[in-house]
Structure formats: C-alpha cells, structure tokens
C-alpha cells in the first residue's frame, strides 16, 4: 500500500472558521512544527488503512482533509461552523470530490448507527466540557472493528504557559484535558497505539497525543 503524503494547503488558501480555529498556527515558525507534527503522527496511524466512509469529526479549516481525501472512497467531515463555502474552495483548488461538509454538532449527529468504518479527531475533544458525552455518539456511528483516530494536546505547565502567552485561558479553552480524554478513550475503546511529540518524553510531559483505537 502506498504510503500517503501530507499535504499542507499554502496560508492564502486557509480560512479561520471561527476564533477559536488555531489554523494559522500551522504557518508560524515554532508553533507550525508543533501543529503540523499532530497531523503527520495522525496520518502515521491511519497508513495502515483505506477507509470506505471516512468521517472526520471538527474538521474546521478542511486543513487535513484534502489529506484525507486519499485515503478513503469517500469522507463525511462535521463541524458546527456554517463556513462551508471557504472549505470547499480548498477543497475545489485540490481538485477533491469525495468529500462532504456537514454543519452540525458531535453530541446528535445526524448519522445512521454504524455508518463509517473509520474516524479521526484532531484538537477537537478538549474542547468540549464533558466531552466523555460526545463518546455514545461516536461509538454509536462506528460500525464493530472500525478505527478511530483521536488527537489532542497535552495539558501541563509548558503547554498551559504557551496558551497564556498567546493570551488564552487553557482551562477556558480546553475544558477536557489530555488525562479525562485517555480515560474514557480507554473505557469505551480498545487504544491499540498511542504517539506522543516529543517521543522521548512520557505523556504527561509532551506537548501532544495521538492514539489509534478500535470500536
């Protein structure tokens, strides 16, 4: 199977969905090696796989998805932003036709059970309060032996320190943090791998988590 390449949409092409989109983060120097790292050891993970129903659950900007876009028959992407037309012209430059936008939100999608046969959740989990309440939907859209992709930083002191120097609240942010999401990823599914940036650091000291799991 041919390994899929990342691809990185150029700045001009990039949309800020909402205030809370960190996109542009992505072209910053420092922060782009971070935010960019998230999506390669995501992609790592799904190398393995071509999905037929790809659901990408809080795809904002559509950063990842012409991505995505090669690795499965068709993807279905949610979010409950309404900036879907700035979405498909990325997608329109990409020349991607396989993928659909659906606004609306991660706790009552409007999914038949079993639907997709795989998942990914980048930097979308912690922020959601209580977002443990979103897991009956996923699960509930996964059909048995489907994989999820679920992506999320790390809260400790380096990372809550970036967030106020950019002048964010991390608690305000991102109410769920990296611990209370591992937790109910563990009870839910079965993590079958986890990657951590920097590698060499255990998981409460890096500064982002990708885990693999299998519904």
């Not at 990842?64 to 028959?73: G, H, I, Q, V, Y």
């Not at 443990?132 to 930083?153: C, D, H, T, W, Y």
Request: hydrophobic share 40%; aromatic share 12%; net charge positive.
């Amino acid at each position: 199977m041919k390994p899929v390449k990342l691809i990185i949409p150029p700045r001009w092409l990039m949309t800020q969905t909402n205030w809370g989109d960190p996109v542009m983060y992505h072209y910053y120097p420092g922060t782009g090696i971070v935010y960019r790292k998230r999506l390669k050891n995501t992609l790592k993970l799904m190398q393995s796989y071509r999905f037929d129903n790809l659901l990408e659950i809080g795809y904002g900007s559509g950063i990842f998805l012409p991505t995505l876009s090669k690795m499965a028959r068709k993807v279905t992407a949610l979010d409950i932003h309404k900036e879907t037309a700035a979405v498909r012209r990325t997608l329109d430059w990409y020349q991607v036709s396989n993928v659909e936008l659906v606004s609306d939100d991660i706790m009552k999608m409007p999914f038949q059970d079993q639907t997709f046969d795989g998942c990914v959740i980048v930097s979308t989990l912690e922020d959601i309060k209580d977002s443990a309440r979103a897991v009956g939907e996923i699960k509930r859209v996964l059909k048995p032996g489907a994989q999820l992709f679920v992506s999320f930083p790390v809260e400790n002191s380096a990372t809550s320190a970036f967030f106020r120097l950019v002048g964010e609240d991390p608690h305000e942010i991102h109410p769920s943090d990296h611990r209370y999401i591992l937790d109910f990823l563990g009870k839910n599914f079965t993590i079958e791998r986890v990657l951590k940036y920097p590698s060499f650091l255990p998981v409460d000291l890096s500064l982002y988590v990708s885990v693999q799991c299998r519904n």
